[in-house]
């Protein structure tokens, strides 16, 4: 039973268009997360929720947008795709509350190649 | 300055001997370090935890802690194929931030 798991795997489309990536933990976890890792493999925090608020929203094009209907779910949409969106999407998620707060397990993972 | 600084790769180590991989950090306050590895094409996985100064073992892989010295280090022992990975630091920044450095490529000769 996958714990953290995101869809699409792939992702293949043309810029200019609107694109959802959607995720759902089965841990209880209260905080969810999306990375971005591009070509060097940087794995970088975009967004982070915490019970349905978002609590970390770095510096990311207004292209991208989070949306968490619930404690257990977090989807990013991502309108006018362009070519340098192409990476690999992590979703994660962690128990938010100490001792172990930020101890974060990853989804597989959603390759988006704009072409 | 890079919050997360891991030595640069990569690594090739041969089979049964010891990998050390480095990682400094640039937030004093930081709580909490991890390393995860990561196969090609793979996502993240959490292989060992520290969160005070000294060492902890896990099997073949002990984490080192320095917190004064502002630095953490992974030591995989009897190195086997099977760990060739990139390998990466992450510092907690407060209770939901992680900081990853740039990872370290491990390549195990047979």
């Known amino acids: 039973d996958t714990a953290v798991s995101q869809t699409p795997k792939y992702l293949v489309t043309q810029m200019g268009n609107d694109k959802s990536i959607k995720c759902e933990q089965n841990?209880?976890?209260?905080?969810m997360y999306w990375y971005k890792q591009d070509s060097k493999k940087f794995l970088k925090i975009m967004f982070s929720?915490?019970?349905?608020?978002?609590?970390i929203n770095e510096t990311v094009p207004n292209r991208f947008s989070p949306k968490s209907p619930d404690k257990a779910h977090l989807n990013l949409h991502i309108n006018s795709l362009e070519l340098g969106d192409s990476a690999v999407y992590f979703c994660?998620?962690?128990?938010?509350?100490?001792?172990?707060?930020?101890?974060?397990?990853f989804g597989a993972g959603t390759r988006l190649s704009v072409l | 300055q890079k919050e997360v600084e891991q030595n640069s790769g990569p690594l090739s180590v041969p089979e049964g001997a010891i990998a050390s991989l480095n990682c400094t950090y640039s937030d004093r306050g930081s709580q909490s370090f991890f390393w995860y590895r990561q196969y090609s094409g793979k996502s993240p996985e959490l292989i060992m935890s520290?969160?005070?100064?000294g060492d902890k073992e896990d099997g073949r892989f002990t984490a080192q802690l320095n917190k004064a010295s502002q630095y953490v280090s992974l030591l995989i022992r009897d190195s086997q194929p099977s760990d060739s990975a990139t390998y990466l630091c992450a510092v907690g920044m407060n209770d939901y931030k992680l900081s990853f450095g740039a990872g370290t490529t491990v390549t195990v000769r047979a």
């Open positions: 520290i969160y005070s100064n």
């Open positions: 994660a998620s962690s128990p938010g509350t100490s001792p172990f707060s930020n101890i974060q397990y």
């Open positions: 841990l209880g976890h209260d905080t």
């Open positions: 929720y915490n019970n349905k608020e978002l609590i």
